[in-house]
């Protein structure tokens, strides 16, 4: 060992020997702490780090890849919850080649069960494969969801038949398990419903049933009315209407009076009711002149010549003409009865028939849903604060003009309509708090105080253990151990002090702190004595009557 580094120990030795037993047992629990923190962090970093290859596995799922993982020689730790961890620096190569190898399966089989199909299957092998390779498929989808933890998906398929009035829709049901502490909204239920309608023919979404883990029936009110007959939807709405027109009229005030000085409740009646309305109008006819023709028909028959045959068929009408008569006389320019038939016999026949168009209106209204039938609007308004002359707030009611100003407001923002049958009210009240004089700091930290003194507590002990340890036993000794003792050079450039020398010094240094103490004694009479001599100077008769009672009481 070299001669220097065996001083060094030797002193420090020297030092740790001459240390107080308390200051002693400070430095080796020190020094035991700093050693195995050495020994930790050494182990640290000699340590493989482990990082988890895959969570929430099922037990087939499990088996299948630490089998895998022995015959790749990959190390592997199984922890609680179906997670396999294994070294950092392996986890992706890991994962590579376990999805060459199809793992994890996740539970459930997909289309690659379609994959390996048996020669000579029967149909009714080959769609129960394919119902479940859907099923699975659709669970793997929904699976991916954030709030998802596993899923399951039933199937109802009828066969298909030929008669019309047999046929069935099909049907799904689906359990979802949910991570603790997730739920699924709305919307997200419907999502699922959509999927799974959507992934099957001819599936209506009615036909499909969402359950959790616990039983409960998520797509229950996907129809809109649940088990009281209300609409949540509808519920919703009204609530946003209501919460619209508080904003409105908290926005328009605020500015005026102050933010936190306006509250504002509004009660929205809204009209549900889906109302249907066709109306078929016939208007008067127009003038002659300006109507519109439809349809014009005209028929026009014209006889002329030989009589055509004319009567019923039959005996009577095929009987032949009887014999021709003639008149006994006849004047020169008259004609006979005959040559009057014969002139008679060409006549015509006209008939014109003209539709015009008549005037009709046909009209179909659909009210729409939600329409405001009635608002009530409530609006409170906290009283004006003012400075009083002791410099404290003071509250004081608004003037008439001011309210009546505020009520002209609220009207215009909720859009008051007197014959719809709105109704407001608007009311000038001082706040319960408004009166009350802002905590102060002192306040506010008492409050504090009293509400987390556990939590103070045990920070001021902590506190106060590590000050102790650092002033009262770390810095003392590291201090002591640090500085250059007198003890250990006898003078400038010397060795190690003897014993002997070592008594000699403590004898001197005790020797010293009495002259010390002597020299402040002598300082102190010496002050006395000065300080009766003036005494004595300025005021002789309390020195008098100071020294007669004295021999008063030695006589005594």
Known sequence: MPEALRQILEAIRQRFSSLPNNQKIAVMIGAATAVALIVAAVMWTQTTSYKVLFSNLSDRDGGSITQALQQMNVPYKIEAGGTISVPAEQVYDARLKLAAQGLPKGGTVGFELMDNQKLGV???????????????????????????????????????????????????????SLHPGRVLDGSQVAA????????????????????????????????????????????????????????????????????GNVKAEVTADLDFAETEQTSETF??????????IRSQQTVETLNGGAQNAAGVP????????????????????????????????????????????????????KQSLGSIRRLSAAV??????????????????????????????????????????????????????????????????????????QQIFKNALIALVVLYLIFGVIRPAVSYMTRSPETEKGEPGGGPLTEEEAAAKAVEAQMAVEESEQAVRLATYADNLQMAKDLAKNDPRMVASVVRSWVMAEDE
Do not use: C
Not at 125 to 153: D, F, K
Not at 336 to 348: D, E, K, L, R, V
């Open 380 to 453: 409170v308004v906290n009283y004006k604060p003012s400075q009083g002359k002791d410099g404290k707030t003071v509250y004081k009611a608004l003037a008439p003009n001011e309210v009546t100003q505020i009520n002209n407001l609220v009207r215009e923002a909720m859009g008051y309509n007197q014959p719809r049958g709105d109704t407001l009210n608007v009311v000038n009240a001082p706040f319960s708090d408004a009166n009350k004089e802002p905590a102060g700091f002192v306040d506010r930290l008492t409050e504090e105080a009293a509400a987390n003194w």
């Open 192 to 259: 699922i419903v959509h999927l799974v309608s959507s992934s099957v023919p001819d599936m209506p979404v009615k036909n499909v049933t969402v359950v959790d883990q616990n039983g409960d029936l998520l797509s229950k009110n996907l129809d809109g009315i649940n088990s009281t007959g209300m609409d949540p939807r509808q519920l919703n709405y009204v609530r946003q209407v209501e919460q619209g027109y508080v904003k409105r009229i908290e926005a328009i005030l605020e500015p005026i009076v102050g933010k």
């Open 283 to 292: 208007r008067p006819n127009t003038p002659p002149d300006k109507a519109a």
């Open 122 to 176: 029967s149909q009714f092998a080959e769609q129960i494969n394919y119902q479940r390779s859907v099923e699975g498929e659709l669970a793997r989808s929904i699976e991916t969801l954030a709030s998802v933890q596993s899923a399951r998906v039933h199937l109802a398929i009828p066969r298909q038949t030929v008669f019309l009035r047999e046929q069935q829709k099909p049907s799904a049901s689906v359990i979802v």
């Open 314 to 365: 039959g005996a009577f009408s095929n009987q032949p003409p009887g014999n021709a008569t003639a008149p006994i006389t006849q004047t020169p320019g008259q004609a006979t009865t005959a040559g009057q038939n014969a002139a008679n016999q060409g006549s015509s026949h006209r008939e014109s028939t003209i539709n015009y168009e008549v005037d009709k209106t046909v009209q179909h209204v």
